[in-house]
Structure formats: C-alpha cells, structure tokens
C-alpha cells in the first residue's frame, strides 16, 4: 500500500498529501508508458477526489466516465457537478439497458430468482468493463476510487470496483477522504450526501455494512470499538482477504506445477 504524508494524530496536512498523490499519479503514467487516466465518476466523494487529483496530475489527459445503471438522478447530477468544478472531460455511458437485458437473459437461462446481490454486483463490472473498453482504446490507466476504510472490511466489488490498474486514495480512511476533499474544493452537496454505493434505490454504505465509517475509521485507526462492532468489522475483514490476492493455484514440486508468478531469467 501506499504510504502517504499523513499526521494521524491530528489533522491531515492536505497539502502534502495532494501533491505526493498527484506525483505518484505521474510517476505511474510514465512507468506505464500511458497516455492518460480514466476513472468513473459515480457522483460521490469519492470519485470527486480521484477527479481532483487525476486532473491535477494529467490535464486534459484525464478522463471521466458517468455511467447510470438504474441511478438515482441526483447521482448523474452530482457527476456532471463534479467534471463541471475541475473542468474534466467526461463520456456518458448509459448502461440501464444492457444490465436489464443481462439480468433477463440470465434469469430466462436457469437462475430464475437471483439474489439481489447477484444482481447489484452486475453493475459495477459492467462499468469496469466499460472503463477497461475506453482505457485499451485510449492506453488510459484504469484509475480506482477505494478508501482505505473500504479496503478494510471489503467494501468493493471483485472484479468490479476493485478491477482497476491504480488506486490514488487506498491508503486514505473515509475521514481523512472528506478532509481532502474540502481542500480540494468538492462541491458541498457532494461532501455531505449520504455514501452509497448506488446497488439498488435507498442503499446506503453504512446501512449495508451495520456501522458507520466514524466507528470504522476509530477502530481502524485505534482499534477500539463496541464489541458488536468489532466482531462484525473482523469478520468483514477476514471474509474479504480473497478479493486482494491472486486466484488460488496449484503448486506442486513433485509433479512439476510451476507456482503462480514465474521465475525470472
């Protein structure tokens, strides 16, 4: 992960951190030999950081794509919001249709009544998959939104959210995430509007996971936390570790099965 230019004692000198970001965003454009940065723009804070930054590292070579997918309309909204305050260029994608044509299609060929997270999933790997469509075409960098509190208990999507080729803010809690924003200028609206991951219509990050991010971040950061807390934030974080590691292989001296990652010459 990460290590980022941050006082946890105490308030978080945003300065420093933007421009250490900001640097290491250039540093892996050019190690990359790309030509530019891409990253959805989902109308959340989040997203509204990694906008900030990632026109701050590139310019013009940053690109925003909004893609409704049965969003709420203050989403699209806060999305346009955001591409207007830092003036980054930005595509629509309108992926309602074929989410509704799949989840038909899937349902008609057997699963006839999935869960809803089945479902809910589906949308954020439609959009990696979108973003990868342009990333290849353009030799963009696939740019991930994640905060650190998210990481921590899993709060992503494999192979969704998670399938991307950099992440600025993985090493930032939710709350150092907000602070930086303020800096940075992210409209008001956006800063205070309830997190979400826009799964279904009413969903909010915190009511998925049962505890806000304050009692996240506190026990990420102190670990202290009621013990209802900490048991369900434990176990979110131990049943989460397959998403941030390689799909299991065989390895097997014996029979010859090379391991996952070769050897160099």
């Known amino acids: 992960m990460i290590e980022y230019p941050v006082v946890r004692s105490g308030l978080m000198d945003c300065a420093k951190v933007e421009s250490f970001i900001v640097g290491w965003l250039r540093q892996m454009v050019a190690s990359a030999h790309s030509d530019g940065l891409l990253f959805g723009l989902s109308g959340g804070i989040d997203s509204a950081v990694v906008a900030a930054l990632c026109k701050k590292a590139v ?6 794509l909004i893609m409704p ?31 509704r044509t799949m989840v038909a299609e899937m349902t008609r060929s057997g699963m006839k009544d999935p869960p809803r997270m089945a479902s809910a999933n589906l949308k954020p790997r439609l959009r990696m998959a979108a973003l990868y469509f342009f990333a290849n075409g353009m030799n963009y960098m696939v740019t991930g939104t994640g905060n650190r509190s998210e990481w921590y208990v899993g709060y992503s999507t494999k192979f969704g959210d998670g399938g991307v080729d950099v992440q600025p803010i993985i090493g930032l809690l939710k709350s150092e995430v907000v602070e930086l924003a303020g800096h940075l200028g992210v409209p008001r609206e956006i800063i205070e509007k309830p997190p979400t991951a826009g799964l279904w219509q009413g969903q909010t990050d915190e009511a998925e996971m049962g505890f806000t991010y304050e009692q996240l971040d ?18 979110m974080h131990r049943a989460s570790r397959h998403k941030y590691m390689l799909p299991p292989t065989p390895f097997s001296p014996e029979t010859g099965l090379p ?7």
């Open 59 to 64: 310019g013009d070579s940053a690109l925003a």
């Open 69 to 99: 997918c049965e969003s709420h309309p203050i989403d699209f909204e806060h999305a346009v919001l955001t591409a207007e305050a830092f003036d980054v260029k930005r595509h629509f994608v309108e992926l309602t249709g074929t989410y």
């Open 218 to 235: 506190r026990y990420i950061s102190t670990r202290q936390a009621e013990p209802a807390v900490k048991e369900r934030i434990d176990r």
């Open 259 to 265: 391991g996952v990652i070769p050897e160099g010459d």
